[in-house]
């Protein structure tokens, strides 16, 4: 004996509409959005639901984006948390971020302790725009006291679509997972074109010529990689050869870069009145 199923327009099956969605049977005895909202059971537990993270992070990029809209030009500094104050890598940051900030060019960094407090510092030195983006960890230890406007994040990937959208270069000190993570994530971006081509500077030849060893002979011998994406990358040992670097490629890739990862074409064409070498040089 088979059982003939429910006809669409069956009106015992109950069904009802919940915004753009439509409900039936089970589904449609849930409560309604209303009575969720001003329900005081259980209060709290909405602000753990996949919605309202939704919401958060919506609200996330409106923060940042508020408040570096009007950065101008700017290059993201990544490096390790760890590194000593009076280091030579930390002494280094402080040089890098000092030259950038004297060529009119505001910092990035993570907000935190170690290189990216010494480019900050550097920033701040060269009467530059320190720029901190901190994230929330449970080891987290706020912002260094170098960060001149600092923006915090609960989400990775909101704080580094910020690294990416509002910078026109990388320089990359030694760091641990978190650097290799920014690291790597920019040479993709770059390499699957989801960002236009920007300069991506490696400082200090005797901590990352191994990685960079082992992506030639091992990635590009295996096929992994083309030998273009080599090119992703430059490496250099001293704070003035970085900026160099850094700043060489932001001027080329200024010509052939035509909206960045949000921006529009206008906006690129804007940025190039405002900022340019000879300029900077002349305030």
């Known amino acids: 004996m088979t059982t003939e199923s429910p006809r669409r327009d069956d009106r015992s099956i109950p069904s009802r509409r919940k915004g753009p969605l439509e409900l039936r049977r089970r589904q449609a005895l ?20 996949d919605p309202w993270r939704v919401m958060r992070i919506q609200s996330e990029f409106v923060e940042g984006f508020g408040a570096l809209a009007e950065l101008g030009p700017a290059i993201s500094i990544f490096g390790s948390a760890r590194t000593v104050p009076g280091s030579g890598y930390y002494e280094t940051a402080v040089e890098i971020g000092r030259l950038l900030a004297r060529e009119g060019v505001a910092v990035i960094t993570g907000g935190g302790p170690g290189s990216m407090e010494a480019a900050n510092r550097g920033a701040v030195d060269g009467s530059g725009t320190s720029v901190g983006l901190g994230i929330e960890l449970p080891f987290e230890t706020g912002f260094n006291p170098w960060v001149d406007l600092g923006v915090n994040f609960r989400y990775f990937f909101a704080r580094k679509t910020m690294f990416v959208k509002y910078a026109h270069g990388f320089v990359v000190l030694p760091g641990g997972l978190g650097t290799l993570d920014e690291l790597f994530e920019a040479m993709v971006l770059v390499q699957t074109g989801k960002v236009t081509s920007f300069p991506i500077v490696l400082v200090g030849t005797r901590f990352w010529g191994p990685m960079v060893h082992w992506l030639r002979n091992t990635l590009l011998t295996e096929g992994m990689i083309s030998p273009e994406d080599m090119d992703l990358i430059q490496i250099t040992d001293t704070a003035e050869d970085a900026v160099e670097l850094v700043l060489a490629g932001f001027r080329r890739d200024m010509q052939e870069r035509r909206g960045g990862m949000f921006g529009s074409a206008e906006e690129e064409e804007e940025e190039e009145e405002v900022w340019s070498p000879d300029k900077a040089d002349g305030e």
């Not at 849930?30 to 639901?49: E, I, K, N, W």
């Open 30 to 49: 849930q409560g309604t959005s209303d009575q969720h909202l001003l329900d005081t059971h259980g209060a709290g537990r909405f602000v753990h639901t």
